[in-house]
């Protein structure tokens, strides 16, 4: 009885270390972590989309394009998925504290649903993304153009594997006035456990779009930072607004998962014994 009491108790200590809440490290302090609340006046930059509504005989039509999204983050959250109290933090245009900003570039396929191609499914293909960790807050989403995004430390970084459907209306031009709203999920490839720790496994976005006269209190930018400027919106290459939430989760530790197995081991081998 004594030893399979140890025995349990030896899992429940490894399963409750590989759970333990990740940590971010930052010029306010040593904090729980959960994800980022990006900022709801980012914007993304569509690219060769070479879909719109007209004609006939379309159904299962398809165009692969390229979205590049950019943000600082407006909030860092817990485990629990509450707003940690950052006094640092920039999280305005206004130049100041330190910043975490995020840098994605993901590919979309579109699909025309009915026969003149006025209503789609937007599905992700795949992705990456980099988030960083600047002590210098100096990131601006403004019309400007979006600058500060990349100049900072790269703290994670990952790629986008699947995805919610989003579906739509699709209109004879683009920009349309859409909203659009999906989860993207995906894998964390790199962590810096300086500011990070432990290393992290995955990755879930739930983000909102904005097209058109849809946008809320967003000024469109004329560049984007690393990738030039953006010129007129057209029906292959338009600029929307982005509001985004990403979660995390952690990759348990080596020890922990072996000491976890090892555990399990034991306990069946001594319920084998007593059978």
Same mark, same amino acid.
């Given at each position: 009885m004594?030893?399979?009491? $140890?025995? +349990? $108790?030896a899992l429940a200590a490894a399963l409750g270390s590989a759970q333990a809440a990740p940590t971010i490290t930052n010029a306010d302090g040593t904090f729980s972590f959960g994800g980022f609340d990006w900022a709801s006046t980012a914007s993304v930059w569509v690219r060769d989309y070479d879909i719109v509504s007209g004609g006939t005989g379309r159904t299962g039509e398809t165009d692969i394009f390229t979205l590049n999204y950019q943000a600082y983050a407006v909030n860092v959250q817990d485990a629990g998925g509450a707003n940690l109290p950052l006094a640092g933090l920039k999280n305005t245009d206004i130049a100041g504290g330190y910043e975490y900003t995020i840098n994605a570039t993901i590919t979309e396929s579109v699909t025309c649903l009915n026969d003149n191609c006025s209503f789609v499914a937007i599905n992700i293909v795949g992705g990456a993304w980099d988030v960083y960790y600047d002590t210098t807050g100096d990131a601006v989403l403004g019309a400007a153009g979006i600058?500060? !995004?990349?100049?900072?430390?790269? !703290?994670?970084?990952?790629?986008?594997?699947?995805?919610?459907?989003?579906?739509?209306? *699709?209109?004879?031009?683009?920009?349309?006035?859409?909203?659009?709203?999906?989860?993207?999920?995906?894998?964390?490839?790199?962590?810096?456990?300086?500011? !990070?720790?432990?290393?992290?496994?995955g990755t879930e976005a739930v983000s909102t779009l904005q097209f058109g006269s849809n946008t809320t209190a967003w000024t469109r930018p004329t560049s984007f930072d690393g990738l030039g400027a953006v010129g007129a919106d057209t029906n292959t290459d338009f600029v929307? *607004?982005?509001?985004?939430?990403?979660?995390? +989760?952690?990759?348990?530790?080596?020890?922990?998962?072996?000491? $976890?197995g090892l555990a399990l081991f034991a306990i069946g081998a001594a319920r084998r014994r007593r059978a």
């Open positions: 004594f030893k399979k009491l $140890a025995l +349990v $108790a600058s500060g !995004i990349l100049d900072g430390t790269n !703290i994670l970084s990952g790629v986008f594997t699947s995805g919610q459907t989003m579906l739509g209306p *699709q209109g004879a031009n683009n920009p349309g006035n859409v909203t659009l709203a999906g989860t993207f999920e995906g894998a964390v490839t790199f962590t810096d456990t300086t500011f !990070i720790n432990p290393v992290l496994n929307g *607004q982005a509001d985004a939430n990403q979660a995390f +989760v952690e990759l348990p530790e080596p020890g922990s998962l072996a000491l $976890a």
